[in-house]
């Protein structure tokens, strides 16, 4: 098959012709339709998170199993499935008590591949995905079956970029009805994390970001009020959004330590700051306890959306289809493998909302 390998940090990914191995026991092989790029693939690429050389990057996909491993259960060959980077094993602590993203159970595929070069050389499936490639061998837990009517491309952007600015909002923070929340970041994460406050009743909601554009983009996605921290004191612009208080949630989308100092500080009492976006692995952080300890604010994370990959799926599936939650307006653009460094480097300048990957 052919798949985009990156050999080297910072530079082109290479596509070439790879072996891939049957599914084995528990796994699922998918014959990938569409796989959208992410910033957490431009992370690996650059190096700015721990990674093993050389690797396929892709984890965002959707396509259709075409074989599966002894003791496969849950799909059969031919169904359309969503694929995701969430590993579940249905049996530790966080499974059975309703975490299964945070799932610590050891897996075949943290220290096996099914891929090679045809030097022979193994090519690690980056995230246990690795799906910028024509199939991808996966764990049965990881894909999760969706109508046949539902298009492939779109149900690509659930499997990471939906879930995690969506499910933060929904699942992490649970956002009450008329609370006041900022959004940093409105790319294609936070426009996730805006709609999710708006679906969930929120207001207001304030986007921030340095591009006119995009928060021209964000209100058409459920932003009520816009913030362009370029032009502005963005802190002060959301304390005199929020009678002078602070946000009673803020969602920190882009991966930067400075965005979460920022975040933080336009919180209000008892507010939560939700760090959403992936710095790099090098960045660190620094705070004050009594910031916490006055006003009894919260700065946690959300990982993938703190989302129940079974569960969660279907039901925005049902959003979608039912015209509630926004996918078609995500997509800036379709590529073919061939063209998929053009389509990174487009997302990587701030260009695109999502590009997706076709085969």
């Not at 991808?136 to 970029?161: E, F, H």
């Not at 700051?273 to 790099?280: E, N, S």
Request: with cysteine; hydrophobic share 45%; proline share 4%.
């Amino acid at each position: 098959m052919k798949a985009a390998v990156c050999y080297e940090y910072g530079k082109p990914l290479v596509i070439e012709e790879v072996t891939i191995d049957p599914p084995q026991q528990g796994e699922v092989k998918v014959k990938l339709a569409a796989t959208a790029v992410c910033h957490s693939d431009i992370h690996l690429f650059k190096g700015e998170l721990p990674g093993k050389l050389p690797f396929v990057g892709g984890h965002e996909s959707a396509g259709y199993v075409e074989a599966v491993g002894k003791g496969v259960t849950t799909v059969k060959p031919g169904d359309p499935v969503v694929l995701s980077l969430l590993v579940s094993c249905g049996k530790c602590r966080y499974c059975l008590t309703g975490r299964s993203h945070m799932c610590n159970a050891a897996w075949p595929l943290d220290k096996e591949t099914r891929l090679h070069n045809k030097k022979g050389q193994d090519l690690v499936a980056a995230l246990k995905t690795g799906t910028f490639a024509e199939y991808a061998v996966v764990d049965q837990s990881q894909v999760v079956k969706v109508p046949a009517d539902m298009p492939l491309d779109r149900a690509a952007l659930l499997a990471c970029g939906v879930i995690t600015g969506f499910g933060a909002v929904v699942n992490r923070a649970k956002v009450e009805v008329m609370s006041r929340c900022v959004i940093i970041g409105v790319g294609g994460v936070g426009l996730n994390s805006v709609q999710g406050a708006a679906i969930s009743g929120a207001y207001p909601i304030i986007a921030v970001d340095i591009a006119d554009s995009k928060l021209k983009g964000a209100r058409d996605f459920g932003a009520t009020h816009t913030v362009n921290s370029s032009k502005v004191d963005a802190v002060k612009a959301v304390k005199e959004l929020t009678d002078g208080i602070g946000a009673d949630y803020v969602f920190v989308t882009v991966g930067s330590a400075a965005a979460v100092l920022q975040g933080f500080a336009m919180s209000g009492p008892r507010g939560m700051t939700v760090i959403v976006g992936l710095p790099k692995f090098t960045d660190m952080v620094n705070f004050s306890p009594f910031m916490f300890i006055k006003d009894e604010r919260v700065l946690t994370g959300s990982f993938m959306g703190t989302t129940q990959l079974q569960t969660g799926i279907p039901r925005l599936v049902a959003l979608y289809q039912a015209g509630i939650l926004k996918l078609d307006e995500l997509i800036t653009a379709r590529y073919p493998l061939e063209k998929i460094n053009e389509a990174i480097a487009l997302v990587e300048k701030g260009e695109a909302r999502r590009n997706v990957i076709v085969f």
